[in-house]
């Protein structure tokens, strides 16, 4: 059974930091890209980043370029999010996902997607 559960969320200032994991089971981590999304309240789920397989490509949403990091440590089948710079904007509940579509413009899930986790809250205030 596939399952993904993200923690790592909280409170912080703008300008702050959190890293975010993502633990996967059911499957092998090591075959799969992950993606990371969020979705702020009142907003479509919206795509942040991705990583590939083996972690040598990574691709990040505009809106986080420079100020996030995706990796992933397939022997503790864990994915990684590192959010620097945090700004108020930041603020949502964020997801992985196994297999995103990533092609270099965007990040999407793939079509049918249903293996959500709960996700993790991070709020950027002071």
């Known amino acids: 059974q596939v399952q993904l559960v993200e923690s790592g969320g909280g409170l912080v200032q703008p300008g702050g930091s959190l890293r975010l994991s993502c633990v996967a089971s059911g499957f092998t981590l090591s075959n799969h890209a992950m993606g990371w999304f969020r979705q702020a309240p009142g907003k479509e789920r919206e795509g942040v980043g991705c990583?590939?397989?083996?972690?040598?490509?990574?691709f990040y949403d505009g809106s986080v370029e420079g100020r996030f990091t995706i990796s992933r440590a397939n022997a503790k089948n864990t994915a990684y999010l590192q959010m620097d710079s945090l700004k108020s904007e930041d603020t949502a509940v964020y997801y992985c996902?196994?297999?995103?579509?990533?092609?270099?413009?965007?990040?999407?899930?793939?079509?049918?997607?249903?293996?959500w986790g709960q996700g993790t809250q991070v709020t950027v205030s002071s």
């Open positions: 990583i590939s397989e083996s972690g040598r490509s990574t």
């Open positions: 996902a196994r297999n995103p579509v990533c092609m270099g413009t965007s990040v999407d899930p793939r079509p049918g997607y249903n293996y």
